[in-house]
Every structure is written in structure tokens, then in C-alpha cells.
């Protein structure tokens, strides 16, 4: 295992390129599966989860490789529908092979992904999509069985739940229709910039969709789809990442590779709460000169704050003078860093799904325990404006979703590096 070290009180300073969207690319590579021919895939970073996903698509008997940012994808004829426990236990996302295996092959065999830190991680609208297919769902011994006698059919499917919708049932929905005979009609659909991605990227295979980026997706099924090549688009959490450790820090960042319309919501709370951002071709110039303002921030579905992002907001109202609460609408559990920013020194008290955080002065640094992979991206951050030395533990949650993150701090100024346990 891995930690990394960080010593505190750099004003990060300078450029920094944004690498492709993790939840685009996982999505992406699950839809491969939708043709024989080869996809290839680009602008992909090389992370941990991106590597699980090929070793996955490899025991369906898919061709996979990854190579020079790119993925090389070639799924064939003869696929095997079985997704072992041993990797859907370590990725969620691994779900999303079970709508292109139903498609492809009229069966699929996928491990339930089960819980992980963030909360309960249930699936019950992907399955209720596949059912509004046409799909028969079985549950047993911790597997979901998946078939479908003749060709899956078209349907109208309301995806909405009381969070909103979701992303990677929208998006396994949409793989499971786009080869289905009839009309597919999803109401409540995510509306999320990597849905939107998955749609385009289908629709260059041959997929006919409308609506993606709506809340109603619509989706007229064809026989067959074949092999493209697309480049996926730039990553908002990690672009939004390194805007939160520009303000923290004080800093003067240009952060490239970015969709400014991606965004908005975070762009508006940071400049309420003081922090000077300029929106450029393709980049956005993000800079703290002044004092910190408390803001209030609640996670939404996009284009709402994303809770990707909840955790690295809360460690900038950590040292922001006054009162902030932050509540999270998404995943009510996901507070496992407060814990371990309270033991950096910050005040923060959990009252049901919201935070209450009362600013600090400073920070001091410390060992702490990584516990999801944007928990650990804000214990990173923390560290940068602690006073003193902090050890992040377990940082395979980082490598999952941050690409090269100690030589991009770096590169800004930060003093960061990896060591082994
Ligand atoms: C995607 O997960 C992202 N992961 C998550 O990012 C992100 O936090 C989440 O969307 C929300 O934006 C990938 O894209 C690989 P959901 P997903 O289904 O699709 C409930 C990261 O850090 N729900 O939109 O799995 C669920 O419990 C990761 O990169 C159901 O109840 O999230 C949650 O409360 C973490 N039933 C809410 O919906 C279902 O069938 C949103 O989940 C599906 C979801």
C-alpha cells in the first residue's frame, strides 16, 4: 500500500492540463461491447478503475488494451455474459456491462456491486429498465440473471427515484435500448455531461437517440452497431478539484482542458465565496487573493453542485471564517471525511444529511485514512494549506479517479509525494 505525504503552506501557482472524464470512459468502454468491431477510445486517463474495467471486458472475452491514453476495444462474437464477483465487487461501475451484454448476447450474469463508503448502492432502476425491455430478472446468491427470450423490445421507462435520477442506470438503460426492436422512450433520464457523452458515442456506432442532456431520452432500436473512434470528454470533478485547491491555497491556477459549461454551479459558489475565476478558451483561470466567504452548498443532480464535489467544498469552508453547511441530497452517508478533516483540526458537526462547519484559522497536519476517492482528493487538498506534515493512508482510493495527481500538484508548487507504507 501507498501513502502520500504533503507539507503544508504552498500557494499553488502555474498550469494544469484536466485529464478525460473517469465516468465517461467506464460507460464508454462497457458500450464496446455493443459491436464486433474494434472502438477505440480516446483522451483516456490511466486509472485504476479504467484498468478494472479491461480486465473486466477481457473475462467477457472481449480484446482490451490500454495504450498511449487510448483504449482499444474489439468484443467479437462469442462473448461470455458472466461478470465475476471478484471485479464488480471492486468497481461499481462494472454494472454498466449488463445492459450491452443483455443486447449483444440475450443474457448477462452480473455480481451485485453492493455497498461501498459512500452508501448503499443499490441498482433496482437498472433492472427495472431491463424489465421495461422485455428483460426476465432473476437475483440469486448475490448475482443478477439477466435474459431475454427473443430480442429485447422497446418500452417507455420512468427512471426517476427520490434523489432524482441516475446516471449509470440511464446509462445501461440506453445501451440495452439502442439494440432493441421498437421505440424506447426514459423519463427522468440523467441529464449528466457523461450521459450525454455515452449518447454521442453511440450515436457515431450508429445509434439512433435524441434528448440526451434532457431529462427524456428517446432511442429507436437498430440491428447492429460498428466500431468508432471518439474522444471522451474532459474530467469536471478533477477541473473542479484543482479550483478548490486554487482557492484553498491562495493560489493563481490556469486549469486547461475544461467545458465551461460543465461548470456553472461550482464557478457561482466560488465566487460568492470570494474567489476570483475568469472563464477562457477552453480553461479557467481561478485565483484567491482575498479573504474567504462561508458559503451553503446542497448536491444536487446536474446541473446541480455535484456531490462528487461535496467533499473538497467542505474542506475549503473548513478554514473559511464563519458558518457553512453542507448538505448532501445524493449519498446521505457520504461524511466519511469529516472525521478525518476533524482530526486536521477543522470544526465540523454532522446533523442528519447536512454539515455544519465552523471555519478555522488554520489547519494542522496529520496522519489520516483515505476513504473514497473524493474523500481522499480533500484530505490532499487539506493538507496543502496544513500546518506541518500530512500522511494520506490508502491512497489506491485516489489513484482510481486522479491521474498523476503528486506531479500536477507539483507542477503547481505543492510539496507532495508518494511513498510506501
Ligand atoms: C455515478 O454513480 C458516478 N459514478 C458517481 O461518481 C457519482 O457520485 C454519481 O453518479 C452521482 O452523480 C460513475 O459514473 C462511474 P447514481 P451512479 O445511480 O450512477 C441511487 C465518483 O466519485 N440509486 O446516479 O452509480 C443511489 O443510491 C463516483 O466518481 C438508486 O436508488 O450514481 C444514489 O443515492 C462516486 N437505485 C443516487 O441514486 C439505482 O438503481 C444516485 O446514484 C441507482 C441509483
Do not use: W
Not at 426514459?186 to 449518447?199: F, G, K, R, T, Y
Request: aromatic share 4%; hydrophobic share 40%; net charge positive.
Amino acid at each position: 500500500m501507498e501513502k502520500i505525504i504533503i507539507q503544508g503552506g504552498c500557494r499553488l501557482r502555474g498550469e494544469v492540463n484536466v485529464s478525460g472524464a473517469k465516468n465517461s470512459a467506464l460507460p464508454i468502454m462497457a458500450a464496446s461491447l455493443l459491436t464486433e468491431d474494434e472502438t477505440v477510445i480516446e483522451g483516456v486517463p490511466d486509472l485504476r478503475d479504467v484498468h478494472t474495467m479491461i480486465k473486466l471486458l477481457r473475462s467477457l472475452g472481449a480484446k482490451a488494451l490500454y495504450q498511449d491514453g487510448s483504449v482499444l476495444i474489439r468484443a467479437g462474437k462469442g462473448l461470455n455474459p458472466v461478470a465475476p464477483y471478484k471485479l464488480v465487487s471492486t468497481m461499481r461501475a462494472s454494472v454498466c456491462v449488463l445492459g450491452p451484454l443483455l443486447a449483444r448476447t440475450g443474457r448477462a450474469e452480473v455480481s451485485l456491486p453492493g455497498g461501498c463508503v459512500i452508501g448503499p448502492r443499490p441498482i433496482d432502476l437498472h433492472l427495472k429498465g431491463f424489465k421495461a425491455l422485455g428483460a426476465e430478472i432473476d437475483t440469486v446468491h448475490g448475482y443478477v440473471h439477466a435474459k431475454a427470450k427473443k430480442n429485447l423490445r422497446g418500452g417507455n421507462i420512468y427512471l426517476g427515484g427520490s434523489f432524482g435520477s441516475s446516471v449509470l442506470a440511464t446509462g445501461n438503460v440506453m445501451m440495452a435500448a439502442v439494440l432493441a426492436q421498437g421505440r424506447t422512450t426514459i423519463e427522468s433520464a440523467a441529464s449528466e455531461p457523461e450521459v450525454v457523452d455515452l449518447a454521442r458515442f453511440l450515436r457515431k456506432m450508429g445509434a439512433k437517440i435524441s434528448g440526451e442532456g434532457s431529462h427524456r431520452i428517446e432511442i429507436e432500436g437498430v440491428k447492429k452497431l460498428h466500431g468508432v473512434k471518439y474522444r471522451i470528454i474532459p474530467d469536471r470533478i478533477e477541473a473542479q478539484t484543482f479550483m478548490m485547491a486554487a482557492a484553498m491555497t491562495g493560489g493563481d491556477v490556469m486549469i486547461r482542458n475544461v467545458e465551461a459549461q460543465h461548470h456553472h454551479v461550482v464557478m457561482d459558489k466560488l465566487l460568492q465565496a470570494g474567489v476570483r475565476i475568469s472563464e477562457k478558451k477552453n480553461a479557467m483561470h481561478v485565483r484567491r487573493t482575498g479573504r474567504l466567504k462561508s458559503v451553503d452548498v446542497t448536491t444536487l443532480p446536474y446541473p446541480g453542485f455535484p456531490t462528487d464535489l461535496q467533499a473538497q467544498m467542505m474542506a475549503l469552508m473548513a478554514i473559511t471564517p464563519g458558518i457553512s453547511v453542507i448538505t448532501e441530497k445524493i449519498y446521505p452517508d457520504r461524511f466519511m471525511h469529516v472525521s478525518e478533516l476533524n482530526r486536521m483540526g477543522s470544526k465540523i458537526f454532522l446533523e442528519g444529511p447536512s454539515a455544519i462547519i465552523h471555519g478555522v484559522k488554520r489547519l494542522s497536519g496529520a496522519p489520516v485514512m483515505a476513504s473514497d476517492l473524493r474523500a481522499s482528493a480533500a484530505l490532499v487538498i487539506a493538507g496543502l494549506v496544513a500546518d506541518g506534515e500530512t500522511e494520506v493512508h490508502r491512497v489506491y482510493h485516489l489513484d482510481r479517479g486522479y491521474e498523476k495527481i503528486e506531479e500536477k500538484l507539483t507542477a503547481l508548487g505543492a510539496k507532495i509525494q508518494r511513498a510506501k507504507e
